[in-house]
Nanobody, 128 residues
Framework: QVQLVESGGGLVQPGGSLKLSCKVS????????MGWYRQAPGKQRELVAK???????????TYSDSVKGRFTISKDYSLGALYLQMNNLKPEDTAVYYCNAESGRRRGLGYDKESDFWGQGTQVTVSS
């Protein structure tokens, strides 16, 4: 089992910054990707940023177009931590932010996902 716990959310004014943290515990040896997702009321959960580790390659980092240039995802596997630095926050960034981890088996150049793990979320509210 893998457990994910998010922290760092809160209320911030437009243009402000927050840094989210995700702490990983349990059997994390089979995790090959981690990311941040968010969900606002009445909307589908969407990808914010993701780090995927693939064989014969460095980590691949992807961002939603809506956060490019403003958010930065980073990790420290040795500490069991994933971070999301959010700068120049906008009201449309308001959502519950969830940490995600994918676990699976290596297949060829990638992985077969076996499990998705989710934290319970942390609320980010951007308002004046």
């Amino acid at each position: 089992q893998v457990q994910l716990v998010e922290s760092g959310g809160g209320l911030v004014q437009p243009g402000g910054s927050l840094k989210l943290s995700c702490k990983v515990s349990g059997n994390a040896g089979s995790i090959y990707a981690m990311g941040w997702y968010r969900q606002a009321p009445g909307k589908q959960r969407e990808l914010v940023a993701k780090i995927t580790n693939v064989i014969i390659s460095d980590d691949i980092t992807t961002y939603s177009d809506s956060v490019k240039g403003r958010f930065t995802i980073s990790k420290d596997y040795s500490l069991g931590a994933l971070y999301l630095q959010m700068n120049n926050l906008k009201p449309e960034d308001t959502a519950v932010y969830y940490c995600n981890a994918e676990s699976g088996r290596r297949r060829g150049l990638g992985y077969d996902k076996e499990s998705d793990f989710w934290g319970q979320g942390t609320q980010v509210t951007v308002s004046s």
